[in-house]
T-cell receptor, first 109, second 117 residues
Framework: GIQVEQSPPDLILQEGANSTLRCNFS?????LQWFHQNPWGQLINLFYIPSGTKQNGRLSATTVATERYSLLYISSSQTTDSGVYFC???????????FGSGTRLLVRP | DTAVSQTPKYLVTQMGNDKSIKCEQN?????MYWYKQDSKKFLKIMFS???????INETVPNRFSPKSPDKAHLNLHINSLELGDSAVYFCASSQDPLRVAYRGAQYFGPGTRLLVL
C-alpha cells in the first residue's frame, strides 16, 4: 500500500520562528490534506491541497504531485501552533484517508 | 452549528461491557467514516459508509459493528470491550469521493476518548 512519511518527527521552535514540514508519499494521490491536532486532541483541517499552493494567514502549503511531496510552511510561529501536524492522502478510486505518523511541534514562548 | 459531532466525548468502562458511540454530520455529505487513533497518535481508518452502505471494513474485530440509520448519522457499537480497545475514535464525513468532480476533503469530529479498565 501507499506509504506516507512525514519529517521531521519532532520540532521545537522559539516563538516567532518559521518552519517547514514535509510529507512524502509513495504513489500518486487524488487527495492530500494537512491537519493540526491541538493539545486538546481536536483534528483541525488546515488545507485540502492535492496540487498547487494555498495560503491561509501565517500558514501555507504546496503540493507537487508529480514529485510526490507536500510542504507545510508555518511563519512567525505562536505557542498556539503547538501540537501534531498530520499529512493524509487518498489514492484514486479510494475512500481511505491514509495518515502519516505526524510531526510533533512545540513552540516555546 | 457544529459540522461533525460525536457523543460521548469521554467514555470510561469496564472490560467486557458493550458501548456505543454516536456521530452526526450536518454538512449534507454522502460518506461517513470511523477512524481509530492509538496511544502513539497513529490514525487508521476502520469503516466507511456511503449512502448508508458499508464500503470499507478494514481488518477490525467483529466486536465492532457500525450502523448508519441515515446519511447524516453513523454509530459504532463495540461488544465485549477489551483493554486494547482504549483509544480515541474519530468520526469524519465527506462528499462521495468517487462521484464529485473534485475529491472533497474529509471533516473530522472532536473524537471520543475511550478508556477500558
Amino acid at each position: 500500500g501507499i506509504q506516507v512519511e512525514q519529517s521531521p518527527p519532532d520540532l521545537i521552535l522559539q516563538e516567532g520562528a518559521n518552519s517547514t514540514l514535509r510529507c512524502n508519499f509513495s504513489d500518486s494521490v487524488n487527495n492530500l490534506q494537512w491537519f493540526h491536532q491541538n493539545p486538546w486532541g481536536q483534528l483541525i483541517n488546515l488545507f485540502y491541497i492535492p496540487s498547487g499552493t494555498k495560503q491561509n494567514g501565517r500558514l501555507s502549503a504546496t503540493t507537487v504531485a508529480t514529485e510526490r511531496y507536500s510542504l507545510l510552511y508555518i511563519s512567525s510561529s505562536q505557542t498556539t501552533d503547538s501540537g501534531v501536524y498530520f499529512c493524509a492522502v487518498t489514492m484514486d478510486s479510494s475512500y481511505k484517508l491514509i495518515f502519516g505518523s505526524g510531526t510533533r511541534l512545540l513552540v516555546r514562548p | 452549528d457544529t459540522a461533525v459531532s460525536q457523543t460521548p466525548k469521554y467514555l470510561v468502562t469496564q472490560m467486557g461491557n458493550d458501548k456505543s458511540i454516536k456521530c452526526e454530520q450536518n454538512l449534507g455529505h454522502d460518506t461517513m467514516y470511523w477512524y481509530k487513533q492509538d496511544s502513539k497518535k497513529f490514525l487508521k481508518i476502520m469503516f466507511s459508509y456511503n449512502n448508508k452502505e458499508l464500503i470499507i471494513n478494514e481488518t477490525v474485530p467483529n466486536r465492532f459493528s457500525p450502523k448508519s440509520p441515515d446519511k447524516a448519522h453513523l454509530n459504532l457499537h463495540i461488544n465485549s470491550l477489551e483493554l486494547g480497545d482504549s483509544a480515541v475514535y474519530f468520526c469524519a464525513s465527506s462528499q462521495d469521493p468517487l462521484r464529485v468532480a473534485y475529491r472533497g476533503a474529509q471533516y473530522f469530529g472532536p473524537g471520543t476518548r475511550l478508556l477500558v479498565l
